[in-house]
Structures are given as C-alpha cells and as structure tokens.
C-alpha cells in the first residue's frame, strides 16, 4: 500500500473482489493486488486472506485508516465470488453489511449500502479480469457492531457498515493536520494571484462545481474544508479573499444552529434545523410531516422537488450565507450553491445567482 495515503472501505471491497476473481479463474493472487482508483491513480492493497471451494472463492483484505476515531481501521472486509449465467455482475452484501431500509440515500430501499462508487470500482476491477457473469457478496464480519458506533441507523442504514467513497482515497478530514493543509492551498492561492477561492466540504461538491461551472475558475482555488468549515472561512476571510461557497445542504445548513465544525460526532445532523428553516417560512404541515420523516437533507430535497417547492432551497441558501457573514462579523458576501448528491444544483443564494449568471 502506498504509505502516503490511505483508502476508503469502497477501495478495499474492490481489492478483495478483484483477488477473490483472481482466484475464481485459476491464478494464485500475489500478496497485494492494484486497483484502479476513479481518477489516475491506482492503489496498492494487501490481501489478509484467500480461499477456494467448490462453487465460489474467497478473499479478504483489513481496511486500514488515518482518520482519528475511525471505527473502521483494521475492519475486515470480504469478497465472496463465483460465476453466473451470462455476462452481468451481481454485487449484493451479506453478514455486516447495511441494508437501504428509507429513501433519500444514493441507493433505493432494499439494496445493499453499497454506494455507486465503490460498485463501478468493484465492477471495473472485475472487468480487468473477465467478461464472464460474476455474483458478487459483500460482508463484513463484526459490521453490525461497527455500525452501531456510526450514523447508519439514523439514516435508514439497518444491520451493518456501509462500503463508501467518491474517489477512493481517504483524507485525514477529522485530523488537525488538515488545517495546516488548508492554510497551505490558501497560500498558494495568494502567491499565485488568485484573489478568489471556493470552499467544498468534499469531493462531491468540488465535482459538482467542476461538471456546472468549469470555466469559471481553476482546480487551484478550490478548498476543501472538511469538517473545519468555520476554520477554513475564517481563514479565507482574514487572507482577504473573495469566497464562494459551495456544497450539500445536509452538511452547510449545520450553520443554521451555529454549528461551523461539522463532524457528526462534533455537532448534530441539520435535519431538525432545515425542518424547522422550511417550517417557519410556511410549508404545509402535510409536507412538514413529511420531511420529519425523512433520514436525510437528501431526501428533503426529493420532497420538495415532488412538491414543486424546490425553489425554497435557494431562501436556504440565503439564510445559510447570512449565518456566516454574522459568523465572520462582515457583510462580505460569500455566494452559496447548494447541490444534492447527484451533483445538480437546488439552490443558490441571491449573490450566487448573480455569480452563475456573470
């Protein structure tokens, strides 16, 4: 493994995979098998373990982890493989792996919490091997006990872990070695002239902005704060630049009950906060209800866009860019996009508006 990094559990479930097929087709896998990441890279995993029998192979790999208080460092996650009839790949979670059981996740109820992901890398790693139908099982032997330390249950997440990631990479988010990361790309920012920078908590956000607004700025001046949002605006401010800020509602309305760091073991989910935002401003009670019943900010969104009240996210976006300028005590303007998972805008505050009109 490559000492620089670390991976999510999506990188790991794909390694074990892709040995678990090694095997399945007659090749000894090595000590380590390479996976290919969702951008250039590649990362190097160690196997922990390979068996065959008679029907299906099997191998597992241990998730390691730079995160502070991961409970999913030194997790066990296993591939469990054999072939099928034509040419489709099957990926379903067995023993310690969550099950979808409410709406508003990137998956429908029912699937495995495998996010998409992690089950193009699974597929691709797979791909790299054979054309051949592949069933593919998932599990995690202590997940259920790992998961009752994690939000999961709180999202609809029933019966174990969840195998997640966007880049497959995993950044030490809740480090405080990540502040000294992002006082450094502010740095750079200003000695290479840019007098703009853009805040993503993460790697969706920062790709939504990518995919909507590429022209408008470079790779360079995008800042991911992580769970330090506070931090990373107020450092921004005080290095005197302009700042857009850009990213999920479920992460940025945590502001709304003054919550700038954003660790969900550091501050509460913003559910209640964004009930109570679209309550005051008049939404039926109908739909109220219908929003307390919703797992996820996610899941809000497809309520409102149903009702044809999605437009309230852009008053959100509104009320979220005047909590911070009262938290930065300025009325600097930070123009606030909102996008949803899938990486469409929903919302946008009145100077956002004119920042993607210009």
Known sequence: MNEKFCYTTGTYAAAATKAAVKKLLGKNPLENVEIKLPGDKRALIPINYSKKNKDYTECSVIKKSIEEADVTNNMEIIARVSFKEGNQVTIDGGNGLGRITKPGLQLPVGEAAINPIPRKMILSSIRELTDRGVNVLISVPNGKEIAEKTTNARLGIIGGIS??????????????????????????????????????????SEQAMQIHFRDKFQDNQIVQSGDYLGFTLKNAFEMKFSIILAGHPGKLAKVLSGHFQTHHLKSPAANKAVVSFFKKNGVENIIIKELKESTTVEGMINILQRHDKGELFNDLAETIEKKIQAYLKSDLTVPTLLFNMNRKLVGKSNTGAKWVDE
């Open 163 to 204: 195998i997640i990631g966007t880049t497959g990479i995993m950044k030490p988010k809740s480090l405080s070695s990540f502040k000294q990361t992002i006082i450094e790309q502010f740095k750079f920012c200003k000695k290479n002239g840019f007098k703009e920078v853009i805040v993503t908590p993460g790697n969706i």
